[in-house]
């Protein structure tokens, strides 16, 4: 199985025509999630033993207000072909 690239960001495009073949061919897509969901479905790390190592240089902030949003395929899914000349 090849990898046809990644998107994160608009346009959210690829050029598959290297992998394509004549006849049926098989698409698959993975979603992966936001960090911000793993953030607000898991309790804050111990940053203890991390203290005691360096010292102290940062305090996690308002950290109670992390909630998930929603992410992934929101919407419908297009596959475009386009003919190149």
Known sequence: MSTGGSVWCPPYSLDLKTFL??????LRIVVGNLALNYMA?????DYRLLNLRYGERFQAQDMDKVRPVESGL????RLVSVRVP
């Open 41 to 45: 479905g898991h309790r804050l790390p």
């Open 21 to 26: 073949r004549r006849g049926e061919n098989k």
């Open 74 to 77: 929101l919407g419908p899914i």
